[in-house]
Every structure is written in structure tokens, then in C-alpha cells.
């Protein structure tokens, strides 16, 4: 069965860094999305990406956060200056339509620690 | 007004039993109730999902009963199982926001040989 793969599966680095969380979403799929996972905490959703443009994002993503598909297969998220809290589990999912009943395929995820 | 509030937050439960889940929101603009399961180091993975025209709906042991006037949905897992354990997080989202989910906080659910 096809799969959202993400990498790296782990990434450290110092605030003050910028770092770029990549995704692959299935092939056929046509909307994207980035999820961010603290530990221990609910899953919340930032962005949402369509038509090589931002469709919605949420208060979390704000000026550090910007997303991007550079190519008709990777789909990726950067943070320009990364901060203590930005340390979580960011998920990338993606689904064939918008529709409300067309399923959410998630990645395993990328657990980026900042220190 | 966008929450959605889950409960309980870790459950225990002997296999063979049932596993209920509860979740409730606020927003009667949702109209789409997915629940999600998640394993360690994995991502969130569709289980089940109910819309609000039905009152439950059933795949295998897994059920969802709906309360659209209670603003609650529940999940039940039916002679659960050891490899069941997992965390549980139920969602909604609205119609015009496709794959925006709103998840509850989890339910983390270890179920007992």
C-alpha cells in the first residue's frame, strides 16, 4: 500500500537554526498537509497545501514556518529559526481530494529536537 | 469553540473486554468524526470516521455511537485485545476544511493479556 514517507525519522539541532522536514506524500494524492505532534500532547494541524499554494494554516504557523513543493513528488516544511518549543513530532499527511470523507494518510513523522 | 475534548486520557482493560472512549465538542459546524490510531513511532492511521446523519456505525469490533444532540461521540473497541494497545485520538472537522482536523488530547489504551 502506498505511504507518506518522511525524513529524517529524527533531527537535532541548535535554536537559532533553520531546518527543513521533508515528505514525500502518496503519488496520486493532491493535498498536503504538516501536523505537529508535542510530546505527550494532542496532534495539532499548521498548514494545508494545495495547488502549490497555502489553502490554511493555524496561529501556530506564523512567519518562521513556510512550506513548499519543490518538485512534483517532495513536499517540505522549513523553520527559519527554530526555538525550544518548536521540539515535537511534525507529521506530514496527504489525501487524493479535500472532501471532508477522504481519509488523512499520515507519515511516521519527524522527531525534531532543538537545543 | 474548536476544541474537542477527550476522555479518559490512559485506560486499562483485560482482554476480551470492551474499550470506551469519549469525546465530546462544542462546534455544531463539524460534521465529519473521525477516530485515529496511533502506535509508537508511528503516524496517526484512520480507524474509523462517522458523519452526523447516523447514530453509529460499525466496522468489525469497532463502533462509533454518535449523540448530535449531546455534542458526543464515543468510541467502543469490542473483545480488546493486546494489539489494540495504542493511543486513540478522536478528530472533527468541517466541511469547508477538508483535511483540517481538530484531535482530541489521546487516549492512551493498554490492553492487559
Known amino acids: 500500500e502506498p505511504e507518506v514517507t518522511q525524513t529524517p525519522s529524527h533531527q537535532v539541532t541548535q535554536m537559532g537554526q533553520e531546518v527543513i522536514l521533508r515528505c514525500v506524500p502518496i503519488?496520486?494524492?493532491?493535498?498536503f498537509y504538516w501536523y505537529r505532534q508535542i510530546l505527550g500532547q494532542k496532534v495539532e494541524f499548521l498548514v494545508s497545501?494545495?495547488?502549490?499554494?497555502?489553502?490554511?494554516k493555524s496561529e501556530i504557523f506564523d512567519d518562521q514556518f513556510s512550506v513548499e513543493r519543490p518538485d512534483g513528488s517532495n513536499f517540505t516544511l522549513k523553520i527559519r529559526s527554530t526555538k525550544l518549543e518548536d521540539s515535537a513530532m511534525y507529521f506530514c499527511?496527504?489525501?487524493?481530494?479535500?472532501?471532508?470523507?477522504?481519509?488523512?494518510?499520515f507519515g511516521n513523522g519527524t522527531r525534531l529536537t532543538v537545543t | 469553540q474548536q476544541q474537542v475534548k477527550q476522555s479518559p486520557q490512559s485506560l486499562i482493560v483485560q482482554k476480551g473486554g470492551i474499550s470506551i472512549i469519549n469525546c465530546a465538542y462544542e462546534?455544531?459546524?463539524?460534521?465529519?468524526f473521525p477516530w485515529y490510531q496511533q502506535f509508537p513511532g508511528k503516524g496517526p492511521a484512520l480507524l474509523i470516521a462517522?458523519?452526523?446523519?447516523?447514530s453509529e456505525k460499525k466496522e468489525g469490533r469497532f463502533t462509533i455511537s454518535f449523540n448530535k444532540s449531546a455534542k458526543q461521540f464515543s468510541l467502543h473497541i469490542m473483545d480488546s485485545q493486546p494489539g489494540d494497545s495504542a493511543t486513540y485520538f478522536c478528530?472533527?472537522?468541517?466541511?469547508?476544511?477538508?483535511?483540517?482536523?481538530?484531535f482530541g488530547q489521546g487516549t492512551e489504551l493498554s490492553v492487559k493479556p
Open positions: 499527511a496527504s489525501t487524493k481530494r479535500g472532501q471532508i470523507n477522504s481519509p488523512l494518510h
Open positions: 503519488s496520486n494524492h493532491l493535498y
Open positions: 497545501f494545495y495547488n502549490n499554494e497555502i489553502s490554511e
Open positions: 462546534n455544531t459546524a463539524f460534521d465529519y
Open positions: 462517522i458523519r452526523p446523519d447516523v
Open positions: 478528530a472533527a472537522s468541517m466541511n469547508n476544511q477538508g483535511g483540517k482536523l481538530i
